[in-house]
């Protein structure tokens, strides 16, 4: 039952992603979206897979978790409605909404698996409970945050539609990690559309009804599956406003916008206690530190509550979101590939320093946003988390952030008659 179940829904996805008009319009032909969405297919079943023989080992229990909470929340639908539609907004704990970034005892970090898992009830009514057919309609779902992006950059960088989709949106680990039934998906369509109504409504000169929706839905999205996102992007957002305002000072305005909220980070629990962002850090590297057979958990020096300390790990940070897993840290496949991953992405990264475009693109500003927006969650992940694998996962969403303003930006026609210029001197 479950094959017929499965082959009926992918059919009927397969068909509708060519008639969603928000998949057509991004200049992607039926035969594209219907390749993208079935190679998304394709990396949630490989990611359920692993999930199920692999899950100690790789990490990736959660998956499967969240399926079965997921068909418990079902039965309760069933069973006892009222109590399906008012479970989410039960705080059983004492300091009730407080805590926002707490990683205990707090409504805020519980409502990241719950909002999650009621998703997943609610495909369950369609999908009569089975984990691969669940897999289509978060696909499907998920679709719409690569699309949104797409869009963005087709327009930012004109004329290199399918570079940019081969060399970006198919990169391993973010194909891999928002395409199966996790967060990383979901968080990646919050961006997208915040990303999106931004970027049009600015070319449009005009912010519409429609597009402050778009926008608040995407904050809205990262709020409530990891709320430490929705902080990070307040400063981007302010960002990008002043420099739709100034634009000939967008790096500038960028700069001071992200040392402004430096400051802010470090001060604000003067003005009110609660505003205490270092020591929410602390408490966040704590339990992940607090974490037992972790595989892939490696020693890292604490954090301390201080400017300083955050000063002095910095090169830490950086270096265990941006650089790693290194070769030595691989223990199975999935570490090999993020190894690979991050060892390609650095060699981009040297061939865009040798060989960067000088032609001016549509909008700059929006390649500040991206870059600075997308460092700053790296940080974040740097200082507040040890589990290699737990960071290749959080990190998967800025992928397309940083390697499309890469990718776009490399001269590749220079780099091809650098290439072939040594060969003839070479004689080979």
């Known amino acids: 039952m479950e094959y017929l179940v499965f082959v009926v829904y992918l059919i009927l996805f397969a068909w509708l992603v060519t008639r969603v008009k928000f ?27 692993i999930g199920l023989y692999y899950g100690n080992l790789a990490q990736m229990l959660d998956t499967w978790s969240y399926h079965h909470i997921g068909l418990a929340e079902y039965d309760i639908l069933k ?32 409502l990241k698996g719950n909002v999650f898992v009621k998703i997943l009830s609610l495909f369950d009514i369609f999908s009569f409970g089975y984990y691969y057919v669940n897999v289509i309609f978060y696909s499907f779902l998920s679709l719409f945050g ?27 680990s973010f194909i891999y990690w928002t395409s199966g039934i996790h967060k990383e998906g979901l968080l990646f369509v919050g961006l997208g559309l915040m990303i999106y109504h931004l970027y049009f409504g600015g070319k449009e000169k005009k912010y519409s009804f429609r597009r402050w929706i778009g926008i608040f ?18 400063p981007a957002i302010i960002a990008w406003f002043l420099a739709y305002r100034y634009p000939r000072r967008g790096i500038a305005i960028f700069l001071s916008v992200y040392l402004f909220f430096g400051l802010f980070f470090f001060t604000a629990r003067h003005i009110d206690k609660r505003l ?54 691989v223990q199975h496949l999935l570490s090999f590939a993020a190894s690979i991953e991050i060892n390609f992405m650095l ?3 040297l061939l865009f320093l040798f060989a960067r475009k000088k ?19 790296l940080l974040a992940i740097g200082f507040s988390i040890n589990n290699l694998g737990a960071i290749v996962r959080y990190r998967s969403i800025t992928i397309p952030l940083l390697i499309i303003p890469i990718i776009a930006q490399t001269d590749w026609k220079k780099l091809a008659s650098f290439l072939t210029e040594k060969n003839k001197t070479t004689g080979l």
């Open 23 to 49: 998949f057509t319009r991004s200049g992607l032909n039926n035969s594209q979206l219907i390749i993208l969405f079935l190679l998304k297919v394709l990396a949630g079943i490989f990611y359920g897979w």
């Open 217 to 234: 839905s995407g904050i809205f999205i990262l709020l409530v599956l990891r709320n430490f996102l929705m902080m990070l992007v307040i």
């Open 79 to 110: 069973s006892d409605p009222r109590a399906y539609f008012t479970n989410l907004f039960n705080d059983p704990y004492p300091d009730k909404l407080g805590n926002f970034f707490g990683s205990s005892n707090s409504y805020w970090n519980d």
């Open 276 to 329: 205490d962002f270092p020591q929410a850090v602390v408490n966040k590297q704590k339990a992940f530190l607090m974490l037992q057979g972790g595989a892939s958990s490696i020693p890292i020096k604490e954090l301390e509550p201080t400017a300083a300390s955050f000063l002095k790990n910095t090169p830490q940070a950086f270096t265990l979101s941006f650089l790693r897993p290194y070769p030595g840290d």
């Open 359 to 377: 032609n001016d693109v549509v909008s700059r500003n929006t390649i500040y946003l991206c870059i600075f927006l997308s460092c700053s969650i």
């Open 146 to 172: 690569l699309i949104a992006f797409f869009r963005v950059v087709k327009d930012v960088f004109p004329g290199r539609k399918l570079l940019l989709l081969l060399t970006a949106f198919l990169m391993p």
């Open 347 to 349: 060699l981009l990264f």
